[in-house]
């Protein structure tokens, strides 16, 4: 390029020179501008280290006092043998200080948006259902975080250890955010106690509402405190949780803590020892689940009483469930889960279910007809296997009159009340409660009222001192049915209460403690699950005390006839459950099979409208040994077909094993549908 070709840009007269005082005003104005910035700055630095000083120290040395919760550590439960049944573990609890947050005060939106962010990496972390920023925002401004900004405002329960340890490790990032432990339970044998044992859990907004006092605040922390909600968890709840502590101390404006001023120990919760013995649960959990599988049976329920005291050796229900899913936090879709189960595995079926004992009920008869002098031990009846019972407005016509079958067809032919219990005879029964003339037999009948109160007698119906949940049968009369039916009477529904049937209903524990009744001699008790109470040395402090409801009415002549024939039922020729005697054991007991339809049939389809032949409950009631009873114990199989063939099978597997006898297993009876009852 030349140099020619480049424009030059000469001055000329008309070209201004340029502007220099311009540029001096500017530096001028910028020099100010610092000077006065520094000014303005040091009189801030002034006024906040000179004028303030004695605010900003006032603030720093601001000092409450405040008072906190020492928590009692809850007590153990055991078995009879001094087994230990639960277990204290730690559950892990994500909270946040409201007043230890990140603050802004001249900057609300941005205090609130980082905030927010936080509440956002918690709820990620955490990964809960229901665990949401929202959520964790809604709690923090609650009414009870505002009123005490400084205490934990508990956001998450049962998390998992490792996420607790993670979210620890940055709570130096995210202010305000704690990690506590408090008190949980760890049920090691799971489904094989759930119903028994319970389960802890937080304190429900309806317990609040229903017992106030019970669970008041000045007892309870409601965000952090586990009471027992069902089972004996809850039944002793006032003696396992102990008193809590508390402690005073000095805290700074950030509520650190500078001093304790003054502390009050907890005082630890007691533990109990329960009437359960372990190995009887388990033997009985063991032989009662198998035999349902190979039945197909969905449900049934076994308990086992010691026959002196009303003890609850045992008491096996299932379906179970394992109760550490609600110590520990149950999902949504595992509680649904069982809340929807038609057998309710929450319910304890030994003690809660309410149906038809069937012919195991006919001890109850037996000893009210002896006692009521309606029959005695030499009375016959005849039984043709199917009878007519003629109409009563039109009784020499036998189209109108209505069958009845005993359940051998073929008929037992003449019974006295012995070989009537010993074979299960429903004819006997029938006809001495109902009545029936057919000028052969002139038989007045007893009559279903003082049946009832022969029930009530034997506690069916009648509340009891048990402290867990429990359901009572029904023992019905003629006004009961008239009120609750709506329905007369009939002499049909005589014959049917007679064996069980009918209106008649009794749960599990009824019917072993009507067995425990005749065991003893005539005492029923009340019974009871919980032994002793231990102090923290296991030192009792509670010792258990039998509890006597009343003396059975019935003779000691006719309670040694009942014995006579249980022990007949098993042990003789022909007894209903002579197939599941054990060689060189004596046991007594009686056979059960009860025809039923309940909602939950209808449900599955096992029973339909205008069925011709019903399902039927599997029953056995016996005690052990026959001549010195240790144990009484009922055995039920919803569904399980008959109790020759089921119930009695089970008792046999049950005794051989607790009591040692040796019987190889594949020489018991079979689990099957006998052919008798």
């Known amino acids: ?110 205090q609130r948006v980082e905030r927010m962010a936080m509440y956002n990496k918690l709820a990620a972390m955490i990964n809960q259902p229901g665990v949401t920023a929202g959520e964790i925002y809604t709690k923090v401004v609650s009414q009870n975080a505002l009123i005490a900004p400084y205490q934990p405002t508990v956001i998450a329960d049962n998390v998992p250890r490792e996420v607790a340890l993670a979210i620890q490790e940055q709570s130096l990032i995210m202010r305000g955010v704690v990690v506590q432990t408090v008190g949980s339970r760890e049920y090691p044998y799971k489904e094989l106690l759930g119903n028994i044992l319970g389960y802890t859990g937080k304190i429900f907004r309806e317990m609040i509402e229903r017992e106030p006092e019970k669970f008041s605040r000045e007892i309870y922390d409601y965000d952090n405190d586990r009471v027992g909600i069902t089972g004996v968890e809850r039944a002793v709840e006032e003696k396992l949780r102990g008193r809590k502590g508390k402690r005073t101390v000095l805290v700074d404006a950030s509520f650190e803590e500078l001093q304790v001023l003054s502390e009050t120990p907890p005082v630890n919760g007691n533990s109990v020892r329960l009437t359960i013995d372990l190995r009887l649960q388990q033997i009985i959990s063991d032989v009662l689940i198998s035999a349902m599988k190979e039945r197909g049976a969905p449900r049934g329920a076994v308990v086992a009483l010691n026959p002196n005291t009303g003890e609850i050796l045992a008491m096996m229900s299932a379906p179970s469930y394992d109760n550490n899913w609600f110590a520990q936090g149950i999902s949504q879709q595992r509680y649904e889960a069982l809340a929807n189960d038609p057998h309710k595995p929450l319910l304890n079926h030994a003690t809660q279910d309410r149906v038809p004992p069937g012919s195991t009920f006919k001890i109850v008869t037996a000893a009210a007809l002896l006692q009521e002098g309606a029959v005695n031990e030499r009375t016959l009846v005849f039984d043709p296997g199917i009878f007519i019972l003629p109409d009563q407005y039109d009784p020499t016509n036998p189209d109108k009159g209505q069958k009845f079958y005993c359940w051998k067809r073929t008929g037992h032919g003449f019974q006295n009340i012995r070989d009537a219990l010993r074979n299960s005879c429903d004819t006997y029964f029938y006809k001495t409660v109902g009545g029936f003339a057919d000028g052969k037999e002139n038989i007045p009948g007893m009559g279903p009222d003082k049946l009832a109160q022969w029930a009530q007698e034997f506690g069916i119906g009648e509340t009891t001192e048990l402290n867990i949940d429990y359901s009572v049968g029904i023992a019905p009369t003629k006004n009961w049915k008239l009120r609750n039916i709506g329905e007369v009477w009939s002499t049909g529904d005589s014959y049917n209460a007679a064996i069980g049937q009918g209106y008649v209903l009794a749960t599990p524990l009824e019917m072993a403690n009507v067995t425990a009744a005749i065991a003893n001699g005539g005492t029923l008790y009340h019974p009871q699950i919980v032994k002793d109470v231990l102090n923290e040395r296991g030192e009792v402090i509670q010792p258990f005390t039998p509890k006597v409801k009343r003396q059975i009415r019935l003779d000691p002549y006719y309670i040694q006839l009942i014995q006579d024939a249980l022990w007949r039922v098993v042990n003789e020729p022909g007894g209903t459950a002579w197939g599941s005697r054990l060689e060189g054991f004596e046991y007594a007991g009686k056979t059960g099979t009860a025809e039923f339809c309940d909602d939950v049939a209808y449900q599955t389809g096992i029973c339909y409208t205008g069925i011709q032949v019903l399902p039927t409950h599997a029953w056995f009631v016996s005690y052990a040994p026959a001549q010195n009873p240790q144990i009484a114990m009922a055995v039920y199989v919803w569904n399980g077909g008959q109790g020759s063939g089921v119930a009695a099978p089970i008792t046999q597997r049950i005794y051989n094993r607790y009591f040692n006898i040796g019987v190889p297993e594949d020489k018991l009876a079979p689990i099957q549908q006998g052919d008798s009852e």
Request: proline fraction near 7%.
């Open 1 to 110: 390029m030349l140099l020619d070709d480049i424009p030059i840009r000469r001055r000329t007269s008309q070209t201004p020179p340029p502007d220099n005082e311009g540029g001096r005003v500017r530096l001028m104005l910028l020099g100010f501008g610092v000077i006065l910035t520094f000014i303005v700055l040091g009189i801030r630095l002034f006024d906040l280290q000179v004028n303030r000083q004695a605010l900003f120290s006032a603030q720093v040395e601001r000092r409450s006092i405040i008072e906190r919760a020492l928590p009692a550590t809850r007590g153990l439960i055991y078995d009879r043998n001094g087994e230990l049944l639960v277990r204290n573990a730690p559950a892990y609890q994500i909270a946040i200080i409201p007043i230890q947050q990140v603050r802004y005060k001249d900057d609300p939106i941005r």
